[in-house]
């Protein structure tokens, strides 16, 4: 499988990543480290989270509260949105077009 994202998720990983490293050195570099075992995951069955809506899955990150959101076209999974539990529910509808 390949891995795609978009720019404003990749954004989100970004900011996550340096809150925590803003709140406890070292915090960031774990917040990493259990996105990138998400995305393992996720690459290796893309298939196993539960949809949210549409062709939407969502896997939720145990030790931070994050859902990672994304689709799966054919041999690519795309990450669309890396958002934080209290964030609007709705906040990133508009990259489902793009």
Known sequence: ????????????????AR??????????????AEFNRAVALILETPDRWRFLEHDLRRFLMRRFPYG???????????????KHH?????YWQGRLTE
């Open 19 to 32: 809150f925590y490293e803003g709140k406890v050195p070292g915090l960031g570099a774990e917040f990493l």
């Open 86 to 90: 209290s964030r609007h529910p709705d």
């Open 68 to 82: 990672i959101l994304y689709k799966v076209f054919g041999e690519e999974v795309r990450i669309l949105v890396v």
């Open 1 to 16: 499988m390949r891995l795609s994202y978009h720019p404003e998720a990749r954004k989100e990983v970004v900011e996550a």
